[in-house]
C-alpha cells in the first residue's frame, strides 16, 4: 500500500474551518492520502499577483453601495405608492373638475404630479429604460409647449399627446414591478394596484383626446376641442367610463381608431381585475408557505 501527499487545490481557495475532519481517501489505485474535510470561505484571501486592498476596493466596496441602494429602494417603494396615488386622486377627482372651471390652480396640481412621476420612477425603477423614456416623454411634452406659430397644431398635439402616453407607460411599467414583485402583500401595495389602474384611464385619456384633436367630429355629442384646459375632464370622464364599462351614452365614438380604442381600453379593464386579484392572491399564499 502506497501513501500520496494532498494538497488543497489552490483553484478552490478554501480555508480550513477549525472543525475539520480527516479521514484516508482513496486517490489512485493502492494509494491513500489523508484528506480535511474544510468549508469553503469567500474571498478567503487576495487573487495571485494582487494584493488585498485592491481586492476589497474594487469588489466590496461597489458591492455594498449597491445592496444599500437597493436596500433603500426596496425601503421607500410602499410609502411612493401611497405618496403616488393620493397625487392621481387629487389630478383625477379634483384638478380635472377646478380644470373644467377654469381654475388656474388645477395647472400647479397637474406640474405637482409630472415632477413626482419623474422622482418616482427614478427611485424606484432598477432599469435604465423606464428612466430613458420617461426622459422622452418630458422632452416631448416640452417641445409641443415651445413650438412656434409656422408649427402646425397636429405636431403640437402628436408631441404633447404622445409625450404624455410615454410617461404615464414608463411610470406604469416601474409600479408594476413594484406591485408584483415577489413578497408579503400589503395595504401599500394593493394601493400600487389602484395607481396602475388609474394609470390605464390616463394613458387613454390622452389617446382619446389625440383623435379629437385630429378628427374634431370623432365623438358625437363633443363640439370641436378648442384647446382648454376643461378638455382634459371631458376625455378623462369617457376614459374612465369606458374603463368601468359604465357607458352613460351621453358620448359616442364614431371614428373607427376610437371605436377600437374604446374596445380595448374595455377589455383591459375586466382583464386587469381578474389577473391582478389572481396574481395578488398567489403572491401571497407563496409568502406565507415560505414563513
Known amino acids: 500500500m502506497r501513501f500520496a501527499a494532498c494538497s488543497p487545490s489552490p483553484v478552490l481557495r478554501e480555508r480550513e474551518d477549525p472543525a475539520h475532519r480527516a479521514g484516508w481517501v482513496r486517490v489512485g489505485e493502492g494509494a491513500f492520502c489523508l ?60 384638478a380635472a373638475p377646478l380644470a373644467a372651471k377654469g381654475m388656474p390652480v388645477a395647472r400647479a396640481i397637474g406640474e405637482t404630479l409630472v415632477s413626482a412621476v419623474v422622482v418616482i420612477v427614478v427611485l424606484l425603477s432598477h432599469r435604465r429604460g423606464a428612466i430613458v423614456a420617461i426622459l422622452l416623454g418630458l422632452a416631448a411634452m416640452s417641445a409641443s409647449f415651445s413650438l412656434g406659430p409656422e408649427w402646425s397644431s397636429v405636431a403640437a398635439s402628436l408631441l404633447r399627446r404622445g409625450g404624455n402616453i410615454i410617461l404615464f407607460s ?28 388609474l394609470n390605464l384611464a390616463t394613458i387613454f385619456d390622452s389617446a382619446f383626446s389625440l383623435i379629437w384633436e385630429l378628427s374634431p367630429s370623432a365623438f358625437a355629442g363633443l363640439p370641436a376641442p378648442t384647446g382648454g384646459t376643461g378638455e382634459l375632464a371631458t376625455m378623462m370622464y369617457f376614459s374612465l367610463t369606458t374603463l368601468t364599462t359604465t357607458g352613460y351614452g351621453d358620448m359616442v365614438p364614431l371614428d373607427p381608431f376610437a371605436r377600437s380604442l374604446a374596445n380595448l381600453e374595455s377589455v383591459l379593464g375586466q382583464f386587469y381585475l381578474a389577473i391582478t386579484v389572481a396574481r395578488l392572491v398567489t403572491l401571497e399564499l407563496e409568502d406565507r408557505r415560505r414563513r
Not at 414608463?170 to 389602474?197: E, N, S
Open 35 to 94: 484528506a480535511t474535510t474544510t468549508r469553503r470561505v469567500r474571498n478567503a484571501g487576495p487573487m495571485p499577483g494582487t494584493s488585498a486592498g485592491r481586492n476589497n476596493r474594487d469588489s466590496v466596496v461597489p458591492g455594498n453601495w449597491r445592496t444599500s441602494f437597493h436596500t433603500w429602494q426596496e425601503r421607500i417603494r410602499d410609502p411612493s405608492l401611497t405618496a403616488l396615488l393620493i397625487l392621481e386622486l387629487c389630478v383625477i377627482f379634483l
Open 170 to 197: 414608463a411610470l406604469t411599467w416601474v409600479v408594476a414591478h413594484a406591485v408584483y414583485a415577489p413578497g408579503r402583500i400589503t395595504a401599500r401595495r394593493l394601493q400600487g394596484a389602484v395607481v396602475l389602474y
